[in-house]
């Protein structure tokens, strides 16, 4: 075999330099991101929230060893993460706090800046990173179960769905807002509901509603279930391990609802068909899903990055587990989605009016 030696190109030392500080950079944020995900695994944000601590107070108070403290709290002060109260030359005697606003950010699973959920995706990742390696050599795919992603994703939505599904998203369908709004009761469906913190907000808006949620992965539905008995909404919010594309519930609602679903799905035609027919000639579909470009730019904005990203390392992996897979990833972009909705039997596709950074809002119609 014959070989052909790379032709000698003069290199442009700024691009050089500045390729060689991003990829360092991203190594020191996977790192810190590492730190972040150990904090909240054991617990160690939560017990210095409030307080000041040394490495013997928080080995205490978070049942560690006192080694391991001293040198996380020493990493999270130098990253910026802690405030040093006392850095006494002595180890032992040095004082850490965490500021409240970083504590928020952190622990505070329904305020609009929670972001501690997004550290979550270390353990998952570094989990699965073999398999999406051996996806790439076979064309398979990765079962989604495969991740233990769930709890993340559950996370990152939750403040979302806490701040604006009932006071920004739900208003941007007026017809179906106002008889919310009316107190009727209506029925609504939440289609791949993961651990069921829309259904949950909604009930909790809307007393007269009941909401059904259906779901494939069993660990989000016994967290969801788990979830909705502990805010007392057994009888007006459930959830059932089903797949409505192979047995949709003859059951119509007023409202059919997916978010973050129809890109991981293997035959998103197929399911947006069992929403059609849930919804019935009254009802409305209202999806919500990446807002990915309109077109492919290269390079992105940090959206785009972020998305494309999840899509090589989760959601096209997860997509493509069935035979015959759409293998649309994470990049779904609206061309694509109308196209899916058109073959599903639906006439018209609604871009609605809702600015947000990671989501875009589609309402679709007979």
């Known amino acids: 075999m014959t070989v052909t030696e790379p032709t000698a190109t003069e290199l442009n030392d700024e691009r050089l330099g500045a390729f060689a500080e991003e990829t360092f950079g991203a190594a020191l944020a996977t790192i810190e991101l590492s730190m972040i995900y150990l904090g909240r695994r054991l617990g160690l944000y939560e ?82 990173i073999d398999l999406v390696a051996e996806a790439f050599r076979t064309g398979a795919g990765v079962p989604f179960a495969a991740y233990g992603l769930h709890d993340m994703q559950a996370g990152f939505t939750r403040p979302m769905f806490a701040n604006s599904l009932v006071a920004d998203w739900l208003p941007a369908l007026p017809d179906v807002h106002a008889r919310l709004e009316a107190g009727e009761p209506l029925r609504i469906a939440d289609v791949g509901c993961g651990e069921g913190w829309a259904a949950i907000y909604v009930a909790e808006a809307y007393p007269n509603v009941t909401v059904a949620g259906f779901d494939l992965d069993d660990a989000s539905v016994a967290q969801a279930r788990s979830h909705i008995s502990e805010r007392g909404l057994d009888g007006r919010v459930s959830v059932e391990l089903q797949d409505i594309a192979e047995a949709a519930p003859k059951d119509r609602y007023d409202l059919v609802m997916a978010t973050e679903v129809i890109h991981d799905l293997a035959d998103p035609v197929d399911v947006l068909t069992a929403m059609r027919h849930l919804a019935g000639e009254d009802g409305a579909v209202l999806i919500i899903d990446e807002n990915a470009s309109e077109s492919f730019e290269a390079p992105g904005d940090e959206v785009q990055r972020l998305l494309y990203g999840f899509s090589v390392l989760h959601c096209l992996p997860a997509g493509r587990t069935h035979e015959h897979s759409a293998a649309t990833g994470t990049v779904m972009r609206p061309s694509t989605l109308d196209g899916y909705a058109r073959g599903a039997g639906f006439g018209t596709v609604e871009v609605l009016p809702i600015e947000h950074p990671v989501f875009r809002f589609y309402r679709l119609g007979a």
């Open 47 to 128: 017990a210095l929230r409030g307080a000041v601590r040394t490495s013997s107070d928080l080995a205490r108070e978070a049942a560690i060893d006192e080694r391991y403290s001293r040198e996380w709290l020493e990493q999270q002060a130098v990253a910026g993460v802690l405030s040093v109260r006392d850095s006494s030359p002595d180890p032992q005697a040095r004082t850490f706090e965490l500021p409240e606003e970083h504590a928020v950010v952190l622990l505070d699973e329904e305020h609009p800046a929670y972001s501690g959920a997004l550290a979550d995706i270390i353990g998952p990742l570094t989990l699965s």
